[in-house]
């Protein structure tokens, strides 16, 4: 499987900031997804984004596959976006994710 | 819809005894994966079903761990003997076709004293 690596580690926001995520794979992906665990455990699916850019809400997520990254966007930052944010390329069979390691999120009141 | 269902959510046990994990996935998807979170080592890929058949169970990591999918409704991950080392959060998740998009389970935390 690919290595995936995520930047930054840790971030710390006031709320109503912006923030990029960034997750750079080693090599080419056809299965890219962002994942967001919250404070409880639960991991929820954000994105599934190979390539190109899609958005909802108050996030947006950007692949460049040719270049082997994506970015995710966060705008207006709101203390329930805390949390860490994952992303999984392809890995673990050709089915599977691998995950980087996570950039964890604490968004400030 | 329900979503992957867990059980059970949270557990304690005592080292050397057996634990079952147990998973229903999404009605309708042909893909199982039980992952496991720890600290120090992330996200695991441990085991994968297709069709009820599993794929790559090249993550479980020995022979004490083992994995089933008698149905396409239910699928087992079990732990016998349970070591310390082996206390993390365990994920079921769930895909429609391969290299789709993956809906976890709220986790099972399991704990071996």
């Known amino acids: 499987g690919i290595q995936v690596e995520q930047s930054p580690p840790d971030l710390i926001l006031q709320e109503g900031a912006n923030s990029t995520l960034r997750c750079n794979f080693s090599d080419s992906v056809n299965n890219l997804q962002w994942f967001h665990q919250n404070p409880w455990g639960q991991l929820i699916n954000l994105f599934y984004i190979p390539s190109g850019t899609k958005q909802n809400g108050r996030l947006s997520a950007t692949t460049v596959a040719t270049e082997r990254y994506s970015l995710l966007y966060i705008s207006s930052s709101q203390t329930t976006d805390s949390g860490v944010y994952f992303c999984?390329?392809?890995?673990?069979?050709?089915?599977?994710?691998?995950f980087g390691k996570g950039t964890h999120l604490i968004i400030q009141p | 819809d329900a979503g992957v269902i867990q059980s059970p959510r949270h557990e304690v046990t005592e080292m050397g005894q057996e634990v079952t994990l147990r998973c229903k996935p999404i009605s309708g998807h042909d893909y199982l994966f039980w992952y496991r979170q720890t600290m120090m080592r992330g996200l695991e890929l441990l085991i994968y079903?297709?069709?009820?058949?599993?794929?790559?169970d090249s993550g479980m990591p020995e022979d004490r761990f083992s994995a089933k999918m008698p149905n396409a409704s239910f699928s087992t991950l079990k732990i016998q003997p349970s070591e310390p080392r082996d206390s993390a959060v365990y994920f079921c998740?769930?895909?429609?076709?391969?290299?789709?998009?993956?809906?976890f389970g709220e986790g099972s935390w399991l704990t071996v004293v």
């Open positions: 999984g390329g392809p890995g673990g069979g050709a089915d599977g994710l691998t």
């Open positions: 998740a769930s895909s429609l076709g391969g290299g789709n998009t993956i809906y």
């Open positions: 079903f297709n069709n009820n058949v599993p794929i790559d």
